[in-house]
């Protein structure tokens, strides 16, 4: 098993320019989750969605879309990137969407600087 | 709203000694679910431990220790005898029962020295 993959790990954008980091899990999660850790701040949420189909916002949702066509896939949008979300992304993964009680699955982070 | 403070933000220690992180945590559940995760210098999130509500027994793992005290809404972490391998920045993490997301706490980077 892959786990939670995530590309890529590392990019650099300019200012208005996008792009979108993948997120793929292959232990039929239900949950699938986008955080960004910045110094000092710890991992604040940013989208998660409990099916296909589904998604919603978490803490700091700004600048960010999300989508969800399969229950494998769940990626992150920036669609006019800004030096603010320089920062390092982590896609998470759990087994069920109702249970907080689920241990969530980190990939590996991608660490995204915008100049 | 689910709130998690780890007051601590660097800790530093010599080999050998042992340490206490802290974690207090907030929420109006009656039902929720305590986490710590470990992130060493490569980068990657690793579960350490997961508690429910219900069960406010102590656990130790080796060298690892947790304290959870439903009175003063806290879930501390203890290393005992801390080795350079410890040397990361810990997560304490609240979620609460049904469609629950996990909200962290701000970590505790833990630096521990020959």
């Known amino acids: 098993n892959a786990g939670v993959t995530q590309t890529p790990k590392f990019q650099v954008l300019k200012t208005g320019q996008s792009m979108t980091l993948q997120c793929a899990q292959d232990?039929?999660?239900?949950?699938m989750s986008w955080y960004r850790q910045d110094p000092g701040m710890g991992l604040r949420l940013i989208h998660y969605?409990?099916?296909?189909?589904?998604?919603d916002q978490g803490e700091v949702p700004n600048g960010y879309n999300v989508s969800r066509s399969t229950t494998e896939d769940f990626p992150l949008r920036l669609l006019s990137a800004a030096p603010s979300q320089t920062s390092v992304y982590f896609c998470a993964s759990r087994l069920s969407r109702r249970s907080g009680a689920n241990v969530l699955t980190f990939g590996a982070g991608s660490r995204l600087t915008v100049l | 709203a689910q709130k998690v403070t780890q007051a601590q933000t660097e800790i530093s220690v010599v080999e050998k000694e042992d340490v206490t992180l802290d974690c207090v945590y907030e929420?109006?559940?009656?039902?929720?679910?305590l986490f710590w995760y470990k992130q060493p210098p490569s980068g990657e999130l690793v579960f350490l431990i997961r508690r429910n509500s219900f069960d406010e027994q102590n656990e130790i793992s080796g060298r690892y220790s947790w304290n959870f005290q439903k009175s003063t809404s806290s879930f501390n972490f203890t290393i005992t005898a801390s080795q350079v391998v410890d040397s990361a920045v810990y997560f304490c993490a609240l979620s609460e029962s049904g469609y629950s997301t996990l909200t962290f706490g701000k970590g505790t980077m833990l630096l521990v020295s020959p």
């Open positions: 969605s409990v099916g296909a189909g589904i998604t």
């Open positions: 929420t109006r559940d009656t039902t929720y679910y």
């Open positions: 232990m039929n999660h239900e949950y």
